[in-house]
């Protein structure tokens, strides 16, 4: 059976690396960044904060994690104004890295996968009515756990613009949970 990075490089990203858990760092001004409704999810959507837990919730969350991989998608556009180019890049890495955790939690069944942007497997969030539909399939972004990307990318290793003409999106996956000690009688 194929390991996550194997399996990252067969869903085609342009830059696979081993991800810094030191990174993992949640960060206030991230998730003012979310309450502040840059991408207009914030409090519409199981997988964006409030919903997906509290920046304690989410550090606790992330350090149950040994390793990890941080996968990218980089995309050449005509000019800074190509919603196009950008569109077809997201598309493009939403679709791999949705191809990936769902293999990856084939042979991790506890892995946790971040993604770039908010959950899209419902076309309408039942947030905060009814529970999630698919709780196990939901994708909570790097910025709801209050990861500052850019850092993340540097501290692994990897760029995190690639110059004009360019559009990178970014993911990650956290595996290998530590195992619970339990006291010995």
């Known amino acids: 059976m194929p390991d996550i990075l194997e ?17 993992l760092t949640p960060l206030p ?6 309450a ?3 991408c207009r999810r914030y409090n519409r959507s199981w997988s964006c904060p409030p919903a997906c837990g509290s920046l304690e919730d989410t550090a606790r969350r992330m350090a149950q994690y040994r390793r990890g991989i941080i996968v990218q998608t980089v995309g050449r556009l005509e000019d800074d104004f ?6 077809d890049t997201q598309q493009r890495h939403s679709k791999s890295f949705a191809a990936l955790a769902r293999q990856a939690r084939c042979i991790e069944p506890d892995c ?8 899209t497997i419902c076309h309408k969030c039942t947030w905060p009515d009814r529970p999630c539909r ?3 399939k939901r994708l909570s972004s790097m910025e709801a756990y209050g990861l500052l990307v850019s850092d993340v990318c540097l501290r692994s ?5 690639y110059g004009p003409g360019t559009i990178s999106f970014t993911s990650c996956i956290l595996f290998e949970k530590e195992k619970k000690q339990h006291a010995e009688p």
């Open 7 to 23: 399996l990252a490089e067969q869903n085609g990203f342009e830059y696979i690396a081993p991800l810094c858990m030191a990174a």
């Open 29 to 34: 001004e991230v998730r003012e960044m979310c």
């Open 36 to 38: 502040a409704g840059r």
């Open 82 to 87: 190509d919603s196009v180019g950008i569109a």
């Open 112 to 119: 946790l996968p971040l993604t770039a942007g908010t959950c």
């Open 134 to 136: 698919f709780p196990q």
């Open 157 to 161: 290793g990897l760029k995190y613009n």
